[in-house]
């Protein structure tokens, strides 16, 4: 089990009635310390004023919300016209804040989850509504069945798959439930019945293995639920690959094209490699959402050096995770710049099923440093090879309308994609480096 930690995160506002206490805290006034007697006043006047209802926009939203819906060539639903103001609501405010149907709630807590109930695909959405099998996972029963990769699912229990059904999942259902799926499969001459048991789906974010005698390899993808549950339990095979702890001599942490996820997740892996110091703080403008991070003792690895590798797609939680070693000198840095995603969103639910994912706070790193539309810089810097050299699509800077951030540096350009083995060899050498220079007596 993870360790406690020193302070906690909220990442969800329950209901309606959280959503509106949510917002009616950041109407709370903070009376700077050497304000003069007449700012509170201002001060609780402006607040007052900014927590009133725009009676007068919300008539001019009645209004063409009215002419849309009697005058307009073709009818338009009022859900579809009530879902595309609230869209509009959150479009013009940063690039992660935005407004998520059922269906697309639902996969963000899967996601964030590692777990579903469902058959175990990687699938495509097809525009006539059948459902393209990118890939059956490992071990699932979609797996088990004889599902295969480029079968195309056009209809489930009988009943054929049209794009009206696209939010609503049919492969997903309770564990144990059956389901039979009609395939088209290349080169067969007619579709096949395949009959399918649900089963609950886990997706594992850690992998890891030896690289050398006393040199491990341990892989991060993206922080879920039981992300630190798994890293606790990876390192712990690890040393026992090595023969014990002793034997571990270091570590190559890689969280290249690592999004993020649970920022929890990632303190909680910062704190079993730290025995102490910041990890990281949030600041928002409501005051629920300013708080700190601190290790606890006791340090998994044993002090045995770490070596954090990242890329272009490292963002969010991963940046956390990679600054917050660094700014504690626990660890290095290898690879390219990172992404430079230093917000933090709260998932804020619905009462029919939707939710609205809001940009409530930045993150500072354990130096005090906002990481956002900046990234990390790598203490040592890798570039991509000849034909496997991919730059970076984009970053939290070059994103249309993001939060400027307080390190952003107009003209500094885009990170590398570093892909293959060839990052993780150049990091092992690193960490070679680093377990040469210990003092004898620390060598192991």
């Known amino acids: 089990m993870s360790r406690p930690l020193s302070a906690s995160f909220p990442f969800r506002v329950h209901g309606l009635a959280g959503l509106l206490a949510f ?20 001060k609780a006047s402006a ?45 013009d405010l940063d690039p992660h804040s935005t407004y998520l149907v059922r269906s697309d709630a639902q996969a963000f807590d899967e996601d964030a989850n590692g777990a579903y109930d469902g058959i175990g695909v990687e699938v495509q959405q097809q525009p006539d509504g059948s459902i393209l099998v990118i890939a059956p996972i490992d071990d699932t029963p979609a797996a088990r069945a004889g599902i295969k990769p480029g079968d195309v699912i056009v209809a489930v229990d009988g009943k054929p798959l049209t794009p009206e059904q696209a939010d609503s999942n049919p492969l997903r259902g309770e564990p144990g439930s059956k389901t039979v799926l009609t395939v088209q499969r ?18 594992s974010s850690v992998r890891s293995r030896m690289l050398e005698p006393g040199y491990a390899y341990l892989r991060i993808s993206a922080f879920q639920a039981d992300t630190a ?33 649970l920022l929890t997740s990632a303190v909680q892996v910062a704190d079993d490699l730290l025995e102490k110091g ?54 290095q840095v290898v690879g390219s710049r990172t992404f430079g995603k230093g917000s933090v969103q709260t998932v804020l639910p619905l009462d029919n099923g939707d939710a609205v994912k809001l940009t409530t706070a930045r993150y500072y790193t354990p130096s005090g440093r906002s990481i ?23 970053s939290e800077a070059a994103l249309p309308g993001h939060l400027r951030g307080d390190q952003e540096t107009d003209g500094v350009g885009v990170g590398d994609v570093l892909e293959g ?22 060598r192991r």
Do not use: W
């Open 229 to 261: 549950n798994d890293f606790e339990a990876h390192v712990d095979k690890l040393q026992a690959q090595a023969g014990g702890a002793a034997g571990l001599r270091g570590l190559v942490l890689d969280l290249r094209s690592n999004p993020g996820g």
């Open 372 to 394: 956002q539309a900046r990234g990390i810089d790598p203490d040592v810097v890798l570039k991509p090879d000849g034909a496997a050299a991919r730059p970076g699509e984009y």
């Open 278 to 331: 910041g990890i990281v703080s949030t600041r928002g403008r409501n005051p629920v959402a300013d708080t700190a991070f601190s290790a606890t003792p006791g340090d998994r690895m044993r002090g045995a050096p770490v070596v954090v590798l990242v890329d272009a797609g490292s963002a969010s939680a991963s940046e956390v995770l990679a600054a917050a070693l660094r700014d504690n000198q626990r660890a």
């Open 421 to 442: 083995e060839a990052p993780i060899t150049a990091a092992l050498a690193v960490l070679k480096k680093q377990v040469a220079a210990l003092p004898a007596a620390d």
């Open 23 to 42: 917002a009616a805290c950041a109407a709370v006034p903070a009376m700077a310390q050497d304000a003069k007697p007449a700012a509170p006043a201002v």
């Open 186 to 203: 290349e080169g067969a001459k007619k579709p096949l019945e395949i009959a399918v048991q649900r089963d609950t789906i886990r997706v």
């Open 47 to 91: 607040d007052a004023d900014a927590g009133k209802v725009p009676l007068e926009e919300i008539r001019r939203y009645v209004n063409v919300f009215n002419a849309v819906k009697h005058a307009y060539v073709e009818p338009v639903e009022d859900r579809k016209l009530m879902q595309s103001a609230i869209r509009g609501l959150l479009f």
